[in-house]
Nanobody
């Protein structure tokens, strides 16, 4: 069983920055992709971005392109989500996920097998 540990988050004013981190208990051979999703109250869980270890590429939702970036952490099987120019609409619980989705399904939450407990990000106007 793979466990995901999230850290970071918190509260910030609009225009500010935050960084989230996620570390997995398994190696990269067991995890093809690590991703971030978010869920605001009353809304469905939505894709934020992902990092595929095979090829080292990142993928982002249109809503965060140019503001958020995912980087592979120095630690084994860990990624950081740097969030800049935050907006009140970014307020949500952010979840780290890991799995082996095919590229066409990288934004599909149900494909991911492992999930973190979630971490709150609040952006005030």
């Amino acid at each position: 069983q793979v466990q995901l540990a999230e850290s970071g988050g918190g509260s910030v004013q609009a225009g500010g920055s935050l960084r989230l981190s996620c570390a997995a208990s398994a190696g990269t051979s067991e995890i093809g992709t690590m991703a971030w999703f978010r869920q605001a109250p009353g809304k469905e869980r939505e894709f934020v971005g992902a990092f595929r270890y095979n090829g080292g590429r990142t993928y982002y939702a249109d809503s965060v392109k140019g503001r958020f970036s995912i980087a592979r952490s120095r630690a084994n099987t860990a990624i950081d989500l740097q969030m800049n120019s935050l907006k009140p609409d970014d307020t949500a619980t952010y979840y780290c996920a890991a799995g082996r989705p095919i590229l066409s399904a990288i934004a599909t939450a149900s494909i991911y097998r492992y999930w973190g407990q979630g971490i709150q990000v609040t952006v005030s106007s």
